[in-house]
């Protein structure tokens, strides 16, 4: 079992950065891929980005160069580095865990799940 909390949301202005992190508590860490999901009101959940155990990450095309994502097998942590933030970021921000060594950009792929964090884009 996997525990997952994330943090770092907030009211940012456009053009804004702010930083996600997600702690895991539970078992080891560095024995999952994760990912880091979004959910607008009214929309499905989409995929944003993830990194495999290995450190290859993948992006959905809205965000490249704009978001980074990392982790810290130290500190049991994955980050979403968001820079130039835009409206349409606006969302609850979820990351995820998945018993595998490559990541995935299907939800169904993963296994355990954070509640998520806040994050409100301002025009």
């Known amino acids: 079992q996997v525990q997952l909390v994330e943090s770092g949301g907030g009211l940012v202005q456009a053009g804004g950065s702010l930083r996600l992190s997600c702690a895991a508590s539970?078992?080891?860490?560095?024995?999952?891929?994760m990912g880091w999901f979004r959910q607008a009101p009214g929309k499905e959940r989409e995929f944003v980005a993830a990194?495999?155990?290995?450190?290859?990450?993948l992006y959905t095309d809205s965000v490249k160069g704009r978001f980074t994502i990392s982790r810290d097998n130290a500190k049991n942590t994955v980050y979403l580095q968001m820079n130039s933030l835009k409206p349409e970021d606006t969302a609850v921000y979820c990351c995820a865990a998945r018993s595998a060594y490559y990541s995935s950009t299907s939800p169904r792929e993963y296994d355990y799940w954070g509640q998520g964090t806040q994050v409100t884009v301002s025009s």
């Open positions: 539970g078992r080891t860490f560095r024995s999952y891929a």
């Open positions: 990194i495999s155990r290995g450190g290859s990450t």
